[in-house]
């Protein structure tokens, strides 16, 4: 999965091994984990049959806009530190999970949802992340940075994936012309002969 948003996954039900790059996340029943857009997971959803629980997770994706919209109406002071904060699986405490109960009918009846109340209830989703750890929070205000990977790092965790070159520059956090640029400035030749090589 290509993610073109930033993600906040919570596992109801199960567990999902979420690899992204050389890093793997095990989220377990009542945990989440919250990933930057321009990344490339893989997943592995599972149940447990002996006790009939099957996987049961909801996603949301969240937009940049919305993410500066929180952050101005929530005032909340950029207190981002310089060094980049790690991703990890969160428990879910007892707000939290009242809260993903809160939204479950939803699901039911999509089409008697109103927008209003969509933006409402993702403002409150983060409302309680921020309020949950604070380390989310320096990953929520982190995200509304513009994200510019290191070029080497996301070609060498990504190349053998099933990813075009066009998807290489959108993971990278830069244009095309300018992803092919800075590649062969490192690899000193184009993408496509250092792919066929390495392959």
Same mark, same amino acid.
């Given at each position: 999965?290509?993610? /073109?948003? %930033?993600?906040?996954?919570?596992?109801?039900?199960?567990?999902?091994?979420?690899? %992204?790059?050389?890093?793997?996340?095990?989220?377990?029943? %009542?945990?989440?984990?919250?990933?930057? +857009? %321009?990344?490339?997971?893989? $997943?592995?959803?599972?149940?447990?049959? #002996?006790?009939? =629980?099957? $996987?049961?997770?909801?996603?949301?994706?969240?937009?940049? /806009?919305?993410?500066?919209?929180?952050?101005?109406? *929530?005032?909340?002071?950029?207190?981002?530190?310089?060094?980049?904060?790690?991703?990890? =699986?969160?428990?879910?405490?007892?707000?939290?999970?009242?809260?993903?109960?809160?939204?479950?009918?939803?699901?039911? #009846?999509?089409?008697?949802?109103?927008?209003?109340?969509?933006?409402?209830?993702?403002?409150?989703?983060?409302?309680? =992340? *921020?309020?949950?750890? +604070?380390?989310?929070?320096?990953?929520?205000?982190?995200?509304?940075?513009?994200?510019?990977?290191?070029?080497? #790092?996301?070609?060498? *965790?990504?190349?053998?994936?099933?990813?075009?070159?066009?998807?290489? *520059?959108?993971?990278?956090?830069?244009?095309?012309?300018?992803?092919?640029?800075?590649?062969?400035?490192?690899?000193?030749?184009?993408?496509? /002969?250092?792919?066929?090589?390495?392959?």
């Amino acid at each position: 999965m290509l993610l /073109e948003e %930033h993600l906040l996954l919570y596992v109801r039900q199960g567990q999902n091994l979420m690899t %992204h790059g050389r890093m793997s996340y095990l989220v377990k029943q %009542h945990e989440m984990l919250l990933l930057k +857009k %321009h990344s490339l997971v893989q $997943y592995d959803k599972t149940g447990n049959l #002996e006790n009939n =629980v099957t $996987y049961d997770s909801i996603l949301f994706f969240l937009k940049d /806009e919305f993410l500066q919209d929180f952050i101005r109406i *929530a005032n909340i002071q950029d207190i981002t530190s310089k060094e980049a904060v790690g991703t990890l =699986v969160k428990p879910v405490n007892e707000r939290m999970r009242k809260f993903f109960d809160s939204i479950v009918p939803y699901f039911s #009846e999509p089409d008697n949802v109103d927008e209003g109340l969509l933006k409402i209830k993702m403002l409150e989703l983060l409302y309680d =992340v *921020a309020a949950t750890d +604070k380390n989310l929070l320096q990953q929520l205000l982190q995200m509304k940075q513009p994200v510019k990977s290191d070029l080497a #790092e996301i070609v060498e *965790a990504n190349f053998t994936n099933p990813i075009n070159i066009e998807q290489l *520059a959108y993971l990278s956090g830069r244009s095309l012309a300018s992803f092919k640029r800075d590649f062969n400035n490192i690899y000193n030749m184009p993408p496509a /002969e250092w792919i066929r090589i390495n392959t």
